[in-house]
């Protein structure tokens, strides 16, 4: 099984099923935590004085408390595939969160490094752009969470829908070299849920030379650790993808380049094809 891909684990004592530091992931910047709590169950994040956090309530509902300060319920989805707009805590450094679940309650948990330059806040639906990309089978629907036009020190997040038969993350793309303006050089984890849960998708994550060059099946609840390279996606029939990436590097921008060879997806040459 490749190193880059963590398999869903049972649950431990805190109901956590995945957990990469930068430490396990052999890279610098990106940590990443899934949960499933139980109604009645609470748990509580604290932020080193080095990191951040963004905690995305991928499904269920809890009550919260943020800074010492009580926001009530919050939560409006039963599971990512409801396909509504998350709620999400972006806790700065130091700081302190805790979720009491109301319901089953889904946690993404996601850390990089911060030095509490902004303030810990609740990221509602209404703060959330969505958009549309692609045409034909290259077609998905994103929700950025916390994306480089927001407030943060490193963290970037999105979340991704991919219907059956489709690809995403693609044409290939790359982030991988600290050369902006032209390219960022973001470590990056997916965290993949599918629906039906039994089904999986398939994730390719290789660089030009093909010195890397890793070809995995992701099932529900696993990630795909992406330290370099292009990192597509694809869907398979009857089965419906969403991914929670997590992003972070040495610059807080997202910048990348397309694979050459198949940058002419994204041209009308294509589009035409799949349109009118």
Request: proline share 6%; with cysteine.
């Amino acid at each position: 099984m490749s190193e880059l891909l963590s398999k869903r684990k049972s649950p431990d004592e805190q109901r956590r099923y995945q957990h990469i530091t930068p430490e396990s992931a052999g890279w610098k910047h990106v940590g990443f935590e899934a949960f499933l709590l139980a109604a009645g169950k609470t748990l509580s994040f604290n932020a080193n004085i080095d990191e951040e956090l963004c905690i995305v309530l991928v499904g269920g509902k809890a009550e919260a408390v943020l800074s010492g300060n009580t926001l009530g319920e919050i939560g409006d989805r039963e599971g990512p595939f409801d396909r509504k707009k998350p709620f999400s805590l972006y806790v700065t450094a130091g700081d302190s969160a805790t979720l009491t679940a109301t319901t089953a309650l889904e946690l993404a948990v996601c850390r990089a490094p911060g030095k509490g330059t902004f303030p810990s806040r609740l990221i509602a639906p209404g703060d959330v752009d969505a958009e549309a990309r692609g045409h034909g089978n290259n077609q998905r629907y994103v929700h950025n969470i916390l994306p480089d036009d927001k407030d943060a020190d490193s963290l970037l997040v999105v979340e991704v829908y991919t219907d059956e038969g489709c690809t995403s993350s693609y044409p290939s793309h790359k982030h991988d070299r600290d050369a902006p303006p032209n390219e960022t050089q973001l470590e990056e984890t997916y965290y993949h849920r599918i629906n039906p849960p039994q089904g999986f998708c398939i994730q390719r994550v290789y660089t030009d030379d093909r010195e890397l060059d890793e070809c995995m099946a992701a099932y529900d609840g696993d990630v795909v650790q992406v330290p370099r390279g292009y990192h597509p996606v694809a869907t398979m029939a009857g089965y419906d993808s969403y991914y929670l990436n997590v992003m972070a590097g040495p610059v807080r921008k997202w910048l990348f380049s397309w694979e050459q060879d198949h940058a002419w997806i994204n041209t009308s040459e294509y589009a035409d094809k799949h349109t009118g």
